[in-house]
């Protein structure tokens, strides 16, 4: 088992930053990707953005592709959703996710974290 934890979120204004991070503990030598996701109130959960836990093979959603950056730290076992030039349709939860194989559009990632709320005012 692998578990989640995120942290991070909060309150920004539209064009601000907020940094998440997510710390991943117990089996963190099972994970092979990892991923965050987001749900936004009355919204179906979406795919922000991927990468290899190894490193490497990063994805990104259009709507934040040049805005977000993810990355990790194995050493520390964190992966962090660096967010730029934020806009009030990034109001969302944001949950960190993990698999032990690859992480697939459209495919549930085994482990899931609790969630952290970001809010963008206008």
């Known amino acids: 088992q692998v578990q989640l934890v995120e942290s991070g979120g909060g309150l920004a204004q539209a064009g601000g930053s907020l940094r998440l991070s997510c710390a991943a503990s117990?089996?963190?030598?099972?994970?092979?990707?990892l991923a965050w996701f987001r749900q936004a109130p009355g919204k179906e959960r979406e795919f922000v953005a991927a990468?290899?836990?190894?490193?490497?093979?990063?994805s990104y959603a259009e709507p934040v592709k040049g805005r977000f950056t993810i990355s990790r730290d194995n050493a520390e076992r964190r992966v962090y959703l660096q967010m730029n030039s934020l806009k009030p349709e990034d109001t969302a939860v944001y949950y960190c996710?993990?698999?032990?194989?690859?992480?697939?559009?459209?495919?549930?990632?085994?482990?899931w974290g609790q969630g952290t709320q970001v809010t963008v005012s206008s």
């Open positions: 996710t993990a698999d032990p194989g690859r992480i697939r559009i459209g495919v549930s990632p085994n482990y």
């Open positions: 117990g089996r963190t030598s099972s994970i092979y990707d």
């Open positions: 990468m290899r836990w190894s490193g490497g093979s990063i």
